[in-house]
């Protein structure tokens, strides 16, 4: 798997990564929504310049110019809900893209940390021959992007697959070298320390989609 980590020279998404995980300001949802939208951004932008391009000649009032445009086809593909703010970010960019939304959570039979990924709800375009993205703010034990994956994978194949998430923990990057294809890309604006004893995320930010929509039941 080729990992990029974003964060490893100083830029404006270091800014925004620690406004998300300032506690003094966590009750701010609308702040919280917007700076992983513009983390979103950042990351498209990063992750654009992986893409392919087309050469194209551009009329302008005064000439034509020559340029380039991507060429690629690009389904955005997101773990709901916590996803759908980051999602915002790369569709600003990719806004020629199609999309796709699917629901991935923990279950938890016994009521205690033991968990499996129960995915549902999906709503995806055509990814055959296309470079899919799949978005999730928080990669901690990665169970829930491999699960979506594979679950992907029986509606088609991609050309390229890039992954890309907020923050991630080490356990979780080591959990999908294992399970996907050496191929894939992992795009990582941040990497954190380790799992805790219930599989979250240290230091992390709590939890991603509470902060930007609220608690849940």
Not at 5 to 19: I, M, P, W
Not at 91 to 109: K, Q, T, V
Request: charged letters at 25%.
């Amino acid at each position: 798997m080729q990992i990029h980590h974003l964060s490893e020279n100083n830029s404006v998404l270091n800014h925004f990564l620690a406004e998300i995980r300032d506690v003094s300001i966590h009750n701010d949802s609308m702040r919280f929504r917007r700076n992983i939208e513009r983390i979103g951004e950042i990351m498209a932008y990063e992750l654009s310049k992986n893409l392919h391009y087309d050469e194209v000649d551009i009329k302008t009032p005064l000439g034509i110019k020559k340029t380039s445009k991507i060429k690629d086809q690009l389904v955005l593909c997101t773990i709901l809900r916590a996803g759908l703010t980051l999602h915002q970010g790369f569709l600003n960019y990719f806004d020629a893209a199609e999309n796709g939304f699917i629901s991935a959570y923990r279950y938890h039979p016994n009521h205690d940390d033991a968990f499996e990924i129960k995915v549902e709800y999906q709503a995806v375009a055509d990814i055959n021959g296309k470079n899919m993205l799949l978005l999730d703010p928080m990669l901690a034990t990665g169970q829930s992007i491999v699960a979506v994956y594979n679950r992907l994978m029986e509606r088609g194949t991609p050309k390229e697959i890039h992954i890309a998430v907020v923050i991630a923990a080490p356990e979780g990057i080591d959990y999908l070298e294992k399970h996907l294809p050496n191929t894939c890309h992992l795009w990582i604006a941040a990497s954190d320390e380790k799992l805790n004893e219930h599989s979250y995320i240290v230091p992390g930010l709590g939890d991603a989609g509470d902060l930007a929509f609220g608690e849940k039941l």
